[in-house]
């Protein structure tokens, strides 16, 4: 029996929503990360430092009592966020990052940036006083194929950005291409990455071959195969630049399963036990708690969590529910399509 010790992971890009939802999907990211960065695509979004503040009582209200963990807020960027609440928010310790959505990239991305240059005073202020900017790397122009986005959104956005203002730092969310590997790869110490698990499992075949499965549809979509291999050797590579980011994101299978299905993963549940699998399968499983545990809060500048939990291989293989009750309907876990064997030990 093989058993592997991490310090307790963090979740670098996580989707809790609010209300009903929130309480139903809390608690499997509580059970298993210490903390994660909150992402503010609410409807309305989470803008301000008062919105911020009143989403992470909203937050810690929904803990199921005997559970702890931590909330790390952000801003959701808009072309009117004032920059000196920007720098209240990061004074007050609880807001770590401010969240750049192109307008119409994504999920909730409406009241996003469609000008860059009207955020140049917020960028300016973040730079200056090391404030991460995350970004949902895509860019919206329909001329552009879906598949191409986020490759176009680092040569003509981010590249360009990050010349005017090489201080920022930048978090390169969920980056899906061998483009965006390479990218952060040779970005130097302001710019990091973060990786799905889901990302790490299925390319675009899984969502399109042999008929259209709505659950493995997220932004940015799954690309080709050599994409997701790239992704794979950066997880495992040991590189600090590269870190977790479930980008586990709730949708009701209602709204998954439809003629214009949702965007999102709901990976919450099993992603640790999968990453296991996959750190395995690249012979890469000392390498698992940098990606999970260290790498994160090196770049957000946080200590890393003092508890730890624990892994164990196991010949009978991990079971899930297939899905969360909400109370606005079920959410469908990811399903690898494999078997896992890593149980999470209580
Ligand atoms: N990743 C997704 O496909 N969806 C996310 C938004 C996002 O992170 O882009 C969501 O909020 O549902
Ligand atoms: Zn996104
Ligand atoms: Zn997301």
Redesign the pocket.
Known sequence: MQRITLPRPDDWHL?LRDGAMLRAVLPETARHFARAIV?P?LVPPVVTLDDALAYRDRILAALPEGMSFQPLMTLYLTEGTDPADVERAAASGLVKAVKLYPAG????SQSGVRDLTRVMPVLETMARIGLPLCT?GEVTDPQVDIFDREAVFIDTVLAPLRRRLPELRVVM??ITTEEGVAYAAGGGENLAATITTHHLIINRNHILAGGIRPHYY??PVAKREKHRLALRRAATSGNPRYFLGT?S?P?VDALKEHACG????FTATNTLSLLAHVFEEEGALDRLEGFTSRHGPAFYRLPVNAGTIALEKRAEPCTWPEKIHAEPGPVTVFNPGFPVHWHVLP
């Open positions: 989707h992402m695509n990239a994504t999920t909730n949902h969310e969920h997220c932004l980008d994101a949708h949702c965007a999102g993963c």
